[in-house]
């Protein structure tokens, strides 16, 4: 019969010119299943049924068509063992050189609104994984195709094998790896979906930690480099899908970064808001009527750690705003929306990264925060850390005045726009602001005194006065001297989770300076 090969796929991109070189160009014979045979016959390919290959009929509306000796046996037969070629023979099997097999869209179909569990149970592909399997198990003797972008690079490998057999073997390992890659991740789709639709749920499951954890990511792209030029880095999964690139330079590790942790902080604001980030720190953030003028104040908070930083907006930036940001240089600039006038005075910027957030909160239509995953992975040593996004400020029906003076509406107004941002800080971390406008912010210091002293003085090279600011603290004060350091710096006013031991202390200082204090019960760390 010469060489063999087992087409039977979901997906028919290309197909008709690949099994065209087969046989006509490399001589092979093809066997083939249900549609595809009949694509292929209709086309004028001689193609063998599999059900007459193995002389049984394909079953149970074709979930049993491929399970079969002579299927497999072909597959798994190793061309060195005389023994497995002596069984081969005896019992009829003749050896499959080529499978392409790509599977059920079962990922494609629970996707889908409305998806019933019926039609998601007969998009799970038994017998092509099983082939796949099979194929790719044996791949020193046969080529396995579970992707049409390998059609070209296995026909190019088949014309030089005569002077390159080299080339081949490598193909076949390159091409089996790929297969239980893509087999591993079709099985952790469906586990995800079982797991979703159980009638009695496992509560592992439901909590959004499963006792097992089955992390399958499709390589979206490869990056430059990582942090540095020396780390390799690679991009996994959809971000894309959340993300369109207008015009700019590719991408960076670092860009990716700073483009997650800007459009988490913007999911915090309805109001016209502008942050800008650097190595995913706010350095400045302000909300407004208009995105001009929160523009100006973000931009007064700090006018030299912006250089090269990332700009985040929730709104349409348009040409007024764009001629403003575009007076300084910055890396990326993220929006729902982008005017032709902004478009125009950016276009100007050839390496300017613009990106449009295509996928939006249904709470303001942003196009910003919904594009945001529900959990968050960490390599440790050994494995992964896995928890939920922090998404909350708190029960701010729970929020709790602990001093003597009750804030005034404008201190309630500066300390909540002051906890949205220090949530978004790494800490510990000092957020001053007055009305909604950071005027200091101070990062990632050992001590959260020393964030004070930083935010201050960055207060005062930026030429903002902080008396009658409030300060925010993401975690609790362990002693007095932080929230000494606000009151001596100006501020009114302090939001902070309270619950540390010298809680009292800290409450008369603030007594003492005659500052009212709020205590919100939860805390925001950000490692």
Known sequence: MGKLALLSVSDKTGLLEFATALVRVHGYTLLSTGGTARMLAEKGLPVTEVSQHTGFPEIMEGRV????????????CRRDKPEHLAQARQNGIALIDLVVVNLYPFEQTVAKPGAHFEEALEN????????????????????????????????????????EPAKLAELRRRLARKVFQRTASYDA????YLEAQAAEPDIEAMSGFPATLTLSWKKAQSLRYGENPHQKAALYGTFHEHFRQL??????????????????????????TVAILKHTNPCGA???????????????????????????????????????????????????RFSD??????????????????????STGSGLEGSGALQEIRSVIGGVLVQ?????????????????????????????FGWKIGKHVKSNSIVYCRGEQTLGIGAGQMARVDSSRIAVWKAGEAGLDLHGSVVASEALFPFADGLIAAADAGATAAIQPGGAIRDAEVIAAANERGMTMVFTGSRHFKH
Request: net charge negative; aromatic share 6%.
């Open 247 to 272: 015009q700019g330079k590719e991408l960076s590790y670092n860009n990716i970064l700073d483009i997650t942790a800007a459009t988490y902080l913007i999911g915090e604001f309805e109001r016209p």
């Open 189 to 192: 789709a469906i586990a995800r």
């Open 65 to 76: 068509k491929t399970l079969h000796p002579k299927i497999h046996g072909g597959l798994l």
């Open 341 to 362: 006038e902004a478009l125009a005075i950016f276009g100007k910027k050839k390496n300017l990264r613009l990106m449009v957030a295509t996928s939006g909160s249904p």
């Open 124 to 163: 799970i592909d038994i017998g092509g994984p099983s082939m796949l399997r099979s194929a790719a198990k044996n791949h020193e003797s046969v080529t396995v195709v579970c992707d049409p972008a390998d059609y070209q690079p296995v026909l190019a490998a088949f014309a030089a094998e005569a002077g």
């Open 286 to 336: 302000a909300s407004a009527d208009s995105l001009l003028e929160a523009w100006e104040k973000a931009y007064a908070t700090d006018r030299q750690a912006p250089f090269g930083g990332i700009i985040i907006v929730n709104q349409t930036l348009d040409g007024r705003l764009a001629a403003a940001i575009a007076e300084i240089f910055t890396e990326v600039i993220i929006a729902p």
């Open 388 to 416: 939920d996004r922090d998404r909350t400020l708190g029960n701010v029906a729970e929020f709790k005045v602990v001093t003597k003076r009750e804030p005034t509406k404008e201190e309630w107004a500066a300390m909540m």
